[in-house]
C-alpha cells in the first residue's frame, strides 16, 4: 500500500512539472552561429517590396534593417488593442513608413542588420475603413490643421516652407516633420485621404498644395506636423473642343492661353452641373470682400440681415470652404457623355505635363458661374484651383480659419 501511494505521488509530482514547462516560455536559444533570438521596437522609415525587407528607426535612435522571409509572421494590432489576440495577418504592401513597428528578430545585440520571425505593426491601416469619420476630419482640420503651398524644402532639416494664408494675411510658416511624421500623396482624381497613397518627405514637391495637422507654436511661425498630405493640384477651363466616352476624356481650349488640354476623368473624379439657380445659390452666400462687387440682386431680393436679425434657432447658410464643397457635391452628377462641343467648363485636377491633366473636379452648366471660376483674382496663382479655402486646394488656405 505504501509503494502505491509513494507511486501516485511521484507520477502525480513529475505530471504537475510536466505541465508547469509546457506553461512557460523557453528562453531562446544561441543558434548554431551564436546569434540569439531578441525584439526590436522603433517606428518604420522605409519599406523594400523587392528585397523584402523593413528599415526602422530604433527607439535608441539607431537605424536597423529588418529582413522578412516566407516563414516571417506579419501581423497588425488595431489601434487602442493590447492583446496580441487581437492582432490580424498582413502583407509586407500594407506596412508604411511612420508606423509604428515590433520585430522579433534573429542576431547578435547591436547587428543593424537582423532576420525577423515576426513582426507586428500598431494602429490602423490607411483604407476606408480605418479612416475617421468626415466630421472628426473636419472638426481635426479646423482645430489643427494647415493649408498652403510649398515654397521650399531642407530635406536635412526635415524642413518646409509653406506659403499660407490666415486672418492677418498670408505669410510663409515653417513645418518641422519627424520620423514619426506620416506622409501622404494625393490620387490623381480625388483630394480624399482614403484614396491618397503612403509617401514620404522625398515625395514633396516645391509647388504642391499641401495640408497637415500638427501644433503652431505660440507666435505663428513654425508647425509641428504629426501629418502631412500632398499633391500638385491645377486647374484651367474653357471650351471643349471633342469629347471621347470611350476613353473617358474631353479636350478644353484656355480661353485666356489657347493651350488645348486632353482631360482624363478617373474613378473618383467628380463631375457635376450648375444650373442658373444653383448659381444664384451660391452667388447669395459668397463672403463679402472689397475686390468683388455686390450681386445685382443682392439689396433687390437678398438683402443681407444682420445676426441680431436672424430668428432664434435659425442655421446660418455655409459661407465657404467645406460648405460649397458638400453643395457641388450635392449636385447632380454627369458622365463624360453627357458633355458636349462648346460647353464651358471649369476642371481642377492633377497635372502630369503641359498638355495633360486627371480631373478631381469638373464643372459644367452656367456660363457666368464657370466663367467667373476662370477669372484671375487675390490669392489665385497659375496652380490654385481659385475656388475659396478648402475647396478643392483653393486659393492657399481657408480665409475664415485662424
Known amino acids: 500500500m505504501k509503494n502505491y501511494i509513494l507511486k501516485s505521488f511521484v507520477t502525480g509530482f513529475l505530471l504537475t512539472l510536466t505541465i508547469s514547462a509546457l506553461g512557460q516560455t523557453p528562453e531562446p536559444a544561441p543558434s548554431s552561429t551564436g546569434a540569439t533570438q531578441t525584439r526590436v521596437v522603433g517606428n518604420v522609415t522605409a519599406v523594400n517590396k523587392t528585397e523584402p525587407e523593413v528599415t526602422i528607426k530604433s527607439d535608441n535612435g539607431e537605424s536597423i534593417t529588418i529582413v522578412l522571409s516566407p ?81 521650399a524644402l531642407s530635406a536635412d532639416k526635415k524642413e518646409i516652407s509653406v506659403q499660407s494664408r490666415s486672418r492677418e494675411g498670408v505669410g510663409t510658416i515653417t513645418i518641422q516633420a519627424s520620423d514619426s511624421t506620416k506622409f501622404f500623396r494625393y490620387a490623381p482624381d480625388s483630394l480624399d485621404i482614403k484614396n491618397a497613397s503612403r509617401s514620404s518627405f522625398a515625395g514633396l514637391k516645391v509647388g504642391d498644395q499641401l495640408r497637415a495637422l500638427g501644433e503652431t507654436n505660440a507666435d505663428g511661425t513654425r508647425f509641428t506636423a504629426d501629418e502631412i498630405i500632398s499633391g500638385w493640384i491645377g486647374r484651367t477651363g474653357g471650351q471643349v473642343t471633342a469629347v471621347n466616352p470611350a476613353a473617358n476624356e474631353i479636350t478644353v481650349k484656355n480661353t485666356q492661353t489657347g493651350q488645348t488640354m486632353t482631360i482624363a476623368v478617373g474613378a473618383n473624379s467628380m463631375l ?19 475686390d468683388r462687387a455686390a450681386p445685382a440682386t443682392s439689396t433687390a431680393t437678398q438683402p ?3 445676426n441680431e436679425s436672424r430668428t432664434a434657432g435659425e ?8 460648405g ?9 452628377a454627369i458622365k463624360v457623355r453627357d458633355l458636349k462641343k462648346g460647353d464651358t467648363v ?18 459644367t452648366g452656367d456660363p457666368t458661374f464657370i466663367g467667373r471660376l476662370l477669372q484671375p483674382g487675390p490669392n489665385r496663382g497659375p496652380q490654385s484651383p481659385g475656388l475659396p479655402g478648402d475647396v478643392l486646394g483653393g486659393g492657399v488656405g481657408n480665409s475664415e480659419r485662424p
Open 71 to 151: 516563414s516571417s509572421s506579419l501581423l497588425r494590432l488595431p489601434a487602442g488593442e493590447t492583446s496580441a489576440q487581437k492582432a490580424i495577418k498582413i502583407a509586407l504592401a500594407d506596412i508604411a513608413v511612420g508606423d509604428r513597428l515590433f520585430a522579433r528578430v534573429t542576431g547578435a545585440t547591436g547587428d543593424k542588420r537582423v532576420a525577423a520571425t515576426q513582426i507586428v505593426v500598431s494602429g490602423a491601416p490607411v483604407s476606408a475603413a480605418g479612416s475617421p469619420d468626415p466630421a472628426t476630419q473636419r472638426a481635426d482640420a479646423r482645430n489643427r490643421g494647415l493649408n498652403g503651398r510649398i515654397t
Open 272 to 290: 457635376r452641373r450648375v444650373s442658373a439657380e444653383d448659381a444664384a445659390a451660391f452667388e447669395g452666400n459668397r463672403p463679402a470682400r472689397p
Open 304 to 306: 443681407e440681415r444682420s
Open 315 to 322: 442655421e446660418r447658410r455655409p459661407r465657404a470652404g467645406r
Open 324 to 332: 460649397i464643397q458638400e453643395a457641388l457635391e450635392n449636385l447632380p
Open 346 to 363: 471649369f476642371v481642377s485636377g492633377t497635372q502630369a505635363d503641359q498638355s495633360h491633366m486627371t480631373a478631381i473636379m469638373l464643372l
